[in-house]
């Protein structure tokens, strides 16, 4: 069984990023700058913002954080990235969810110009993802195509499952699939029988929330499973794939930790990067 190092591949697609940048300071003289928003005191929103700002350092951003308390107004909120928009010194915009309750999530992710758009989540970036144009694509499913394509760089007539049908994961991880001809079935918490539908696989990605979800029984001999999940539970964090089991069937596994976490966040500046060519090409 092949077991998809995530922190490894993350760390090339860093290096690769890395060079990048250098080669497009050559050309415009100046690098893509990220700014990130965060409101309040979450924990782990304070944990994946402080590791973004030190990835973007890493590969030669421009790296900004701004910082709201809980209590800021959605307008100060609606301003700033009105402000940000028309800065030509930011490239990519992100707004750290989740949000307090009284600012309207949906109206942030339209304020945030589609090209700065970072995280793929304007209506603009999913309608252009779902009809197959250039768009920003969520950072977590990018990073799952990426280690997928690792293992598989010829997905074409595939048979995929995926279990989740978020917009942050599921969704965006079927177009992704789909724009590489696979055969895609999208399930989810009506699907009448999972177990069967996970069998047909030949591709698994798993992106639920419950801890070991996909068992060793509902895996086809040599599929490639990535498993997105990150559940705390009283023996450690474990994902949404009984990893143990499907170890024992699988091609191919991603570890959790380091399997997709890692990708997430290196996929955030290679978006940040591609923004920034975009922009340039304007
Ligand atoms: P979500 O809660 O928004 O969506 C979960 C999806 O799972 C829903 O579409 C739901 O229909 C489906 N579901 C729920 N119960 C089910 C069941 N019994 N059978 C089949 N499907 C079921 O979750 P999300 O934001 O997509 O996150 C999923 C998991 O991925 C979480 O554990 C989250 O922590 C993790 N995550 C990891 C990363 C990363 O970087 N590795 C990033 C984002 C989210």
């Not at 990220?34 to 924990?43: D, F, K, P």
């Not at 990835?55 to 700033?80: M, N």
């Not at 992100?94 to 989540?121: N, R, T, W, Y």
């Not at 965006?172 to 999972?194: F, G």
Request: charged share 30%.
């Amino acid at each position: 069984m092949i077991l998809i190092d995530g922190k490894k591949a993350a760390a090339e697609l860093r290096n690769e990023l890395k060079k990048e940048v250098a080669e497009l300071k050559k050309i415009h003289n100046k690098v893509p700058g990220l700014t990130v928003i965060l409101i309040g005191e979450l924990a782990p929103s304070k944990i994946y913002v402080k590791n973004k700002e030190k990835s973007a350092v890493e590969v030669g951003l421009k790296s900004d954080v701004i910082r709201y308390p809980e209590t800021v107004e959605e307008k100060t909120i609606l301003e700033k990235i009105d402000e940000l928009n028309k800065d030509e010194s930011v490239s990519g915009i992100l707004v750290q969810l989740p949000l307090p309750k009284h600012i309207d999530k949906q109206k942030v992710i339209e304020a945030i110009s589609p090209g700065k758009d970072v995280d793929g989540f304007h209506p603009m970036n999913v309608g252009n993802l779902s009809s197959g144009y250039e768009s920003s694509v969520p950072c977590t499913p990018l990073g799952c195509y990426l280690l997928i394509k690792k293992i598989e760089p010829n997905l074409s007539g595939k048979k995929a499952v995926v279990v989740g049908r978020s917009n942050l994961n599921g969704k965006p991880m079927t177009q992704l699939l789909l724009k590489e001809n696979c055969t895609v079935t999208i399930t989810h918490s009506k699907t009448a029988d999972l177990k069967g539908e996970c069998l047909k696989g030949d591709i698994v990605v798993a992106a639920v929330g419950i801890p070991e979800l996909v068992k060793g029984d509902w895996v086809k001999k040599d599929a490639v499973v990535i498993d997105v999940g990150i559940n705390k539970t009283e023996k450690g964090i474990v994902g949404d794939v009984a990893f143990e089991e499907v170890s024992k069937v699988a091609k191919a596994l991603t570890p959790v930790p380091g399997g997709v976490g890692p990708m997430t966040i290196a996929c955030l500046l290679k978006n940040t990067i591609e923004c920034f060519k975009r922009s340039q090409k304007k």
